[in-house]
DNA sequence: TACCGTTATATTTTCAAAGATATAACGATT
DNA sequence: AATCGTTATATCTTTGAAAATATAACGGTA
């Protein structure tokens, strides 16, 4: 169409429009991707050490996820268990798994937002 | 409705979905929220400078800005004078004037969709 | 009790982004 | 030529976030 965005750049190519989301809770954002990819593989692993791991993402860091998230919650996501078998370890609530679910899904609505104005864009 | 997100939060009033957008151009971000106000900004003063002083932005970031817009664009959307009546200025082209266009629609867009999610969030 | 791998926490280090500062070039006006 | 406020650019400093490091606590098992 004449007069569209991609005419005025000079690589349009690769043009699309993206963005990311997250939970707000009292205008401090407190659930985006990240915490979600952490619950699925802490889940997987039973371990929010191996989890992180995976992530490439500090131990620290993601122990701080869990504590804030459990903090935030009516009910804990993550229970944790320092020590025993195998030096303990860590399991997930459903309060998570509907985390997760409802966070999979909020991601394809926004999958298509971001696809359908990133064709406007091309149009 | 049972088994909602806000019913297994502990402070659900404040609870709501936010993101932000930008434009991609060979995967890396170029067009954000930051720089629409700026170019709005300069047509208002006439001025980089002074754009970048109202926004408490450094002149320095504000010029980076400007020249990565520019170098990215087809035809520039900002036309500096160094020196002059005044010592100089900026003026914008009507190709910014197209772009701020696009990006308030935009926004006006992905404002909807938030609305829409902040609202399923409650349900 | 010693061991294990995990959770829990504090401290230090690194590093990149932002900011601050300084200086030169510019071009109309006087 | 001197002045003015702007653009243009380099360099130094700050600072804040992430990463790295270190250490203790925990609770089964052998």
Redesign the interface.
């Known amino acids: 169409m004449a007069?569209s965005?991609k005419?005025?750049?000079?690589?349009?190519?690769?043009?699309?429009?993206?963005?990311?989301?997250?939970?707000?809770?009292?205008?401090q954002?407190f659930f985006g991707p990240g915490p979600v990819e952490l619950l699925e593989r802490i889940e997987a692993t039973g371990s929010i050490s191996m989890a992180a791991k995976e992530m490439k993402m500090s131990y620290k860091k993601a122990w701080e996820l869990v504590s804030q998230l459990n903090?935030?919650?009516?009910?804990p996501v993550v229970i944790p268990q320092a020590g025993g078998e195998k030096g303990g370890g860590s399991t997930i609530t459903p309060?998570a798994a509907?985390?997760i679910q409802?966070h999979r899904q909020?991601r394809e609505?926004?999958a298509a937002?971001l696809e359908a104005?990133s064709a406007r864009?091309k149009k």
């Open positions: 007069g965005i005419d005025i750049l000079k690589n349009p190519v690769g043009i699309k429009v993206n963005g990311s989301l997250w939970i707000e809770s009292d205008g954002p903090a935030q919650m009516a009910a309060e509907k985390l409802y909020l609505r926004f937002f104005e864009l």
